[in-house]
């Protein structure tokens, strides 16, 4: 059934294949029991081939450390989705898209949470056959919809979304994988949908990332598989405001955003013609 996901989505099994490799390991910075089947027979296959770009045997490494990057994304989101969880007033989390993301299963939710998991259709027929026989921990709602449909927010409600109640979304592995007004329309699209006080969390890489030509070897890898990175931006907070998000953009190795994982320095936000990665953390106003 792999063969059914598109390029982009593929890109969800090298995420499962790193969380596999993460959950291997003594000093894991979480455990994900479910991603090694996530992964399948391509997503080892395509983590070897960021491998090779990423920790090349003839000279030093240049590219992040997209394994310690992928660990402490994973783990600042469990995070941040326990924190909200915790909070009474949540009652709907959303992951869009939802890709092999496990965490409806390998974590603990309160009875209150509807949990929606929004993606294509060959998606969820995928991780729903990888994960045959496993029961979820929550109320657990598929929305088979690509997030680029007219139309995806009226699945979204019939699938039991409430958009006048305050909700959680996470928006993973996605921003960069579209064009700039693509991903400017997801926002736009998810604020109309979001009630006052929502939370929002996403990844985004900045603008320099793009095109340096240290990230060379990383980004030919992800256009050879046909899903090339398509947009950053320098200004993330201002990204958001403009969409009726508060939030506030952490880099791998920040406080709150190290886990002790990140192995390169942090540069400070004014230094120009770097590469950034930020996780966003907010509310809708």
Not at 165 to 192: F, H, K, M, Q
Not at 213 to 223: E, I, Q, T, W, Y
Request: charged fraction near 30%.
């Amino acid at each position: 059934m792999s063969d059914l996901l598109n390029s982009v989505e593929r890109t969800a099994l090298l995420t499962a294949a790193l969380r596999a490799a993460e959950t291997r390991r003594p000093d894991r910075l979480y455990q994900d029991p479910y991603a090694e089947r996530l992964a399948g027979d391509i997503g080892p296959e395509l983590l070897a081939e960021v491998r090779a770009a990423t920790f090349p045997v003839d000279r030093q490494r240049t590219l992040p450390s997209t394994p310690d990057y992928n660990a402490i994304r994973t783990r600042f989101f469990d995070d941040l989705l326990r924190d909200a969880a915790d909070n009474e007033g949540t009652t709907q989390v959303v992951l869009a898209p939802a890709g092999m993301d496990s965490r409806a299963y390998r974590m603990s939710w309160p009875d209150r949470v509807r949990y929606f998991e929004v993606d294509r259709p060959a998606v969820l027929d995928f991780k729903a056959e990888r994960l045959a026989g496993v029961a979820p921990n929550v109320d657990h709602r598929t929305v088979a919809v690509d997030l680029t449909a007219p139309d995806w927010e009226d699945d979204l409600v019939a699938a039991g979304y409430d958009p006048s109640r305050p909700s959680t979304w996470l928006l993973e592995g996605l921003l960069y994988y579209i064009p700039e007004a693509d991903a400017r329309r997801v926002l736009a699209r998810v604020a109309a949908i979001t009630a006052p006080g929502s939370r929002i969390a996403a990844d985004l890489v900045n603008a320099a990332a793009l095109t340096l030509p240290n990230m060379r070897g990383l980004l030919d890898v992800f256009a050879g598989w046909g899903c090339p990175w398509l947009f950053g931006s320098d200004e993330p907070e201002a990204l958001f405001a403009e969409h009726g998000f508060d939030v506030v953009a952490s880099q791998p190795g920040e406080p709150g955003a190290d886990f002790g994982r990140w192995p390169d320095p942090v540069p400070a936000r004014e230094v120009r013609d770097v590469r950034r990665v930020f996780f966003i953390d907010g509310r809708r106003r």
